[in-house]
């Protein structure tokens, strides 16, 4: 719906997609990027389970990111450390 990103094959990912792009091929640290940036990572709950989601996809979300809000994405930074 444009309010979030997937990724379907977390290890297809690593190997074809982040090495384009980053200077590793490491989901763990990707995801620490991202999270440093504000996304977090979305969790599913069907009936009242938390749905592990080892093999499926994994989506992320941040509230400044939205489809076809590209004015939007200025307002995504990198966070701060406060023990500077």
Do not use: W
Not at 44 to 68: A, N, T, W
Request: proline residues 4%; glycine residues 6%; charged residues 30%.
């Amino acid at each position: 719906n444009g309010q979030s990103f997937l990724v379907l094959d977390e290890q297809r990912f690593a190997k074809e997609i982040l090495p384009k792009y980053f200077k590793h091929n490491n989901m763990a640290s990707f995801v620490r990027q991202l999270n440093m940036y504000g996304f977090r990572k979305v969790v599913h709950v069907d009936s009242g389970i938390v749905k592990l989601e080892r093999d499926g996809p994994v989506e992320f979300q941040h509230p400044y990111f939205k489809q076809g809000r590209e004015d939007l994405l200025e307002h995504i930074k990198r966070k701060v450390s406060e023990n500077s």
